[in-house]
């Protein structure tokens, strides 16, 4: 009986099914070969959806193959114009997956998934058209035979005799929502062909004795019945571990497999995709770089061979190492492998004799409790047809050869004078010395060739007697033995360390650059900063022109950021557009528009795509796989940095934001109350001059009050609107020459009643320059320190204002004599809505911190202290530029 649901299975279950309820549903009508009807059971099954649901459907792409019966079943179906594509002087029509994205219905039609679509479309194959079309949110039906997954494609070869050229990975039938396989025997499939509706008259005969042989179509049905079998056993297997009707099987193994540049190594991923797949495990592939040079043609197929890996849901990981056995097995120890898949050595027995044995037995050997799978190719090699000498790989130019050669024949001519001095064994230690060099700098197979040509130099021209191969002492047939073998293992030796230190050059290298980039972005203060350092890494690393877009508001920008270096047309931005909305590299040497000029990556982080990054090597060539692994650590981390300015931008806004509210709310607390005060004497004394019985001296008295009233709302309005300007950064001062003592006169009369009765001691020195400032600026300024001077000193106490040039800087100060300010409040005195504790309420607190927005504007300071007498003065400097010249008159 089930108990209650496992924890784990439901929360993976569930995360699955929210990832698909976010991209539409793929349904896959599978059969075995052409002419099963699955194009037919498709249009039947939509009709049906549309006619009974009311789905929206539309026919993306259906081919009918001049069958009557099909096409009837699209007569009032809606069909998706194809677009139309010129290649090579020929018309070929293909899906518009533009026009079916901008329609978005609910359903639409796609016949042969596994369809090459013509160069110049967006992506290389017609299953790709079918991802971007879910991932939008548009439910999928298509069909596609059980020949034509890539996992399943050396089987049907090895069947049928045929390769198959258009493939899918199998991951795509993970994908699908739905499967339904249509299936037929044999014998009725012929029976159609014979008929007319599989192919034309002309080609019956010949798929008859060919591909639709009744074992081939036996072999086939049972491929496509075992396929549809595992999916349904896989979801049995889901449910079971979900409802716990028994305990689940959860399995513990780890797959590995080798990948070289061989062209078996399609056939090993493949074998090891189908294990993995029923063992229910994860694979890994591994390929070690030994730092031995590839050809053009072999680095092609490794990148082939790796994206292979990588398209059927392998983790693909690049190593590096001297020796492959042991490079292979610490990956495998480091990530826990159960199984290593490797491919049968076609090797001579010479050549595992000279290389210490097969790689399959050293791998064997070495691997303790790891399992080890040896799969054939699919042409094995006889050991009758291998030749007896294996011919020579030569990883060293010929000029290097040229170059040992060349090493070793002067260091022989140079030690033929000498020799009658040193002795010949002397001459032979010279000699070896010179392989170990050939070997550090010219690498294995030179050393091999100067150890062979210095041992027979010595024999001939140094070991007595000369000139000839005759060796008379028996001790000098040993030492020139030893030579030639301490030579060769010697210069094999330094070799390898001189490879090996290679290998750590090029990943110190290549950490070394991770860590400049990471360095360099994370000290940019700003995000140009960021992205040109960026971009300047990027391009020295890989000899590349660079383009980085950014995200803003969502979408992508519509120019490239200004540091650029790679030259954006407006296609090239809209394939880096179409990488920053779906998350996928497109361009060229991908899947997705490959005839572009460049690659265009996302700046992917975990919250989202924050930018597209595009580049283009300078020399136009394709970067190895370990480059396009470290080009993807640096788009990463150029996203994180990005993201994290983002970050850092919208935290400052959001700062600002709540300053702002938090300045609001203080000023509406604070203001409410001094406002009510002069309104409420305003409206009183109002009323009371309405009285007509009020006598006129009462009446003036009134007038006063409304008059007194008005100008202190006018003083709290204009601190309200000069506090605005200061928090929006719009004070700009307009300086011109004045007159220090017309400013300080102009502020005094200002503030006119407020100063009455109230003794202003002004002291300017004589001789006083024009000083550059913004008159009305530093008048509010004066008016703001004379403002509260009044407000918190004991009437009629005095004020005194000065002015003096002190250390090249105009000097303003402005004292009263009152109580001081409390130590406490000394630094805080200019915070805005700040008063001092024990002062009597009033006022909005945002005098002072005006007045030192202003000074600031000016480039000035401005400072409060208290006197030793009694009081406090606050100060004033601003700085002085030299006056402008006096323009004599011509009258």
Not at 739 to 755: C, E, H, N, T
Request: aromatic share 6%.
């Amino acid at each position: 009986m089930a108990d209650r649901p496992d924890p784990d299975a439901l929360l993976a279950y569930v995360q699955r099914e929210d990832s698909r309820a976010r991209r539409g549903k793929l349904k896959i009508y599978l059969g075995m070969v052409a002419g099963v009807g699955k194009t037919f059971a498709m249009l039947d099954g939509a009709r049906q959806a549309k006619a009974e649901d009311g789905i929206d459907v539309v026919v993306g792409y259906v081919e009918t193959h001049g069958r009557a019966e099909t096409g009837a079943l699209l007569e009032g179906m809606e069909i998706i114009p194809r677009r139309t594509l010129e290649y090579r002087g020929v018309m070929f029509e293909e899906m518009d997956i533009d026009a079916i994205l901008a329609r978005k219905p609910a359903l639409v039609l796609v016949d042969e998934l596994a369809h090459t679509n013509v160069p110049g479309s967006r992506h290389l194959k017609r299953y790709q058209d079918v991802l971007e079309l879910i991932d939008a949110g548009i439910d999928v039906w298509t069909t596609v035979n059980v020949q034509h997954f890539d996992s399943r494609a050396d089987t049907v070869q090895a069947i049928t005799g045929i390769t198959v050229q258009e493939r899918v990975p199998d991951s795509i039938l993970e994908l699908a929502d739905k499967v339904e396989l249509i299936d037929l025997s044999p014998e009725d499939l012929r029976e159609r062909l014979y008929e007319g509706k599989v192919y034309t008259a002309e080609r019956v005969e010949t798929a008859a004795n060919n591909f639709f042989r009744i074992g081939n179509l036996t072999a086939l049905r049972e491929m496509a019945l075992r396929l549809t079998a595992e999916r349904v056993d896989h979801q049995l297997q889901d449910y079971r571990e979900i409802k716990r009707i028994t305990t689940p099987w959860k399995s513990a193994e780890r797959l590995m497999v080798a990948v070289s540049p061989s062209p078996l190594s399609e056939r090993l991923i493949r074998w090891t995709r189908r294990m993995a797949y029923n063992l229910e495990a994860p694979w890994i592939a591994v390929h070690v770089d030994s730092a031995k040079p590839l050809s053009p043609e072999n680095k092609e197929r490794l990148a082939r061979n790796l994206k292979l890996a990588s398209d059927l849901g392998a983790e693909v990981i690049t190593t590096v190492g001297s020796d492959i056995i042991d490079a292979l097995i610490r990956v495998a120890q480091q990530r826990n492998v159960s199984q290593i898949v490797v491919g049968k050595p076609a090797h001579s027995r010479i050549q595992d004799i000279l290389r210490g044995g097969t790689i399959v037995n050293r791998l064997i050997g070495k691997s303790g409790d790891i399992d080890v799978y040896v799969v054939t190719g699919d042409e094995p090699e006889s050991v009758e047809t291998r030749p007896l000498i294996p011919p020579i790989k030569r990883h060293s130019s010929l000029r290097q050869y040229v170059y040992a050669a060349l090493v070793i024949a002067l260091v022989t001519l140079l030690s033929l004078p000498i020799e009658p001095f040193l002795g010949y064994q002397a001459i032979g230690l010279i000699e070896l010395f010179a392989v170990l060099v050939i070997a550090a700098y010219l690498g294995r197979g030179p050393a091999v060739l100067a150890a062979t040509v210095s041992a027979l130099t010595w024999d001939i021209l140094f070991i007595p007697p000369v000139y000839t191969f005759q060796v008379v002492n028996l001790e000098d047939y040993f030492v020139l033995g030893l030579y030639f073998v301490i030579a060769l293992f010697a210069g094999n030796l330094t070799a390898r360390l001189r490879q090996q230190e290679m290998q750590a050059r090029a990943l110190a290298e290549r950490t070394l650059a991770l860590y400049r980039l990471a360095r360099q972005t994370s000290t940019a203060v700003n995000m140009d900063d960021i992205l040109r350092s960026a971009v300047d890494e990027i391009g020295r690393v890989f000899n590349a022109e660079v383009a980085i877009f950014l995200s803003v508001n969502g979408l992508l920008a519509l120019e490239a950021h200004g540091c650029s270096t790679l030259h954006i047309t407006e296609k090239d931005f809209s394939i880096a557009k179409w990488a920053f909305d779906n998350g996928k590299p497109a361009g060229r040497y991908t899947d997705t528009l490959p005839l572009a000029n460049a690659t265009y990556l996302p700046l992917l982080t975990p919250s989202g795509t924050v930018g597209a990054l595009g580049i283009r090597t300078r020399d136009d060539s394709r970067l190895t796989r370990d480059a396009e692994n470290q080009l993807d650590t640096f788009a990463r981390q150029i996203a994180l940095v990005i993201e994290r300015e983002m970050l850092d931008e919208a935290a400052e806004k959001a700062a600002m934001l709540q300053a702002s509210e938090q300045f609001a709310t203080s000023l509406l607390n604070s203001i409410s109350h001094e406002f009510r005060t002069p309104i409420a004497a305003i409206t009183g004394a109002s009323s009371s001059l309405l009285d007509p019985k009020l006598p006129d001296d009462a009446k003036g008295a009134l007038v006063e009050d409304i008059e007194e009233a008005a100008d202190r709302l006018n003083w709290l309005v204009g601190n309200l609107l000069d506090m605005t300007r200061l928090e929006s950064g719009r004070v700009q001062p307009k300086l011109e020459w004045c007159d220090v003592s017309d400013l300080i006169g102009s502020a005094v009369r200002f503030m006119g009643k407020r100063v009455r009765g109230r003794p202003i001691k002004i002291a300017i020195a004589p001789n006083l320059p024009l000083v550059q400032m913004d008159f009305g600026l530093m008048e509010q300024v004066i008016a703001n320190l004379l403002h509260n001077a009044v407000s918190y000193t004991p009437p009629e106490t005095p004020i005194e204002i000065s002015a003096a040039v002190e250390d090249e800087s105009l000097c303003l100060r402005v004292a009263d004599h009152g109580e001081g300010i409390a130590a406490e409040a000394l630094e805080r005195i200019f915070d805005k809505f700040y008063r001092s504790p024990g002062v009597a309420s009033g006022g909005t607190g945002l005098g002072l911190s005006i007045a030192k927005g202003f000074v600031e504007a000016h480039g000035g300071m401005i400072q409060v202290a208290n006197r030793a007498g009694g009081g406090a003065e606050f100060t004033i400097r601003l700085p002085m530029t030299p006056p402008p010249p006096v323009q004599e008159s011509t009258l």
